[in-house]
């Protein structure tokens, strides 16, 4: 995946590259113990992120950011999602929810 400025095409690929790299390993110093990261994103997609081709036209879908790249170099095993793996948590845990919102024992006969 290259980054490229649209105003004047100036190659960013190597400076983002290097930036992510520095701020995985100074998250991985700190001791994450996972990431979330912004979706479709050049910089932090787990998949998805657009990449255009060169002649043009409509982008592919299926970038990964070079943060997530950089973490899964460096600590293969560190859990990574993206935020909207929390849309599928919601959608897991609300029946849940609902279910310990019950009363434990059955309201008195009346």
Known sequence: MVVVRRVDGLD???????????????????GIRGAVVKSRSP????????VFPEQGGSPR?????FLVQAL???????PVIDETAFDCLEKI?????LVTALPLSPPPCV
Do not use: W
């Not at 910089?43 to 657009?50: E, H, I, L, V, Y």
């Not at 879908?61 to 950011?65: A, F, S, T």
């Open 12 to 30: 960013l690929t190597d400076r983002l590259r290097g930036a992510c790299l520095r701020i995985a390993r100074d998250a991985l110093d700190q």
């Open 43 to 50: 910089s932090c997609a787990t998949d998805g992120a657009p």
């Open 61 to 65: 879908l299926d970038g990964v950011g």
């Open 72 to 78: 899964r170099e460096l600590a293969p095993d560190l």
């Open 93 to 97: 845990c609300r029946p849940f929810r």
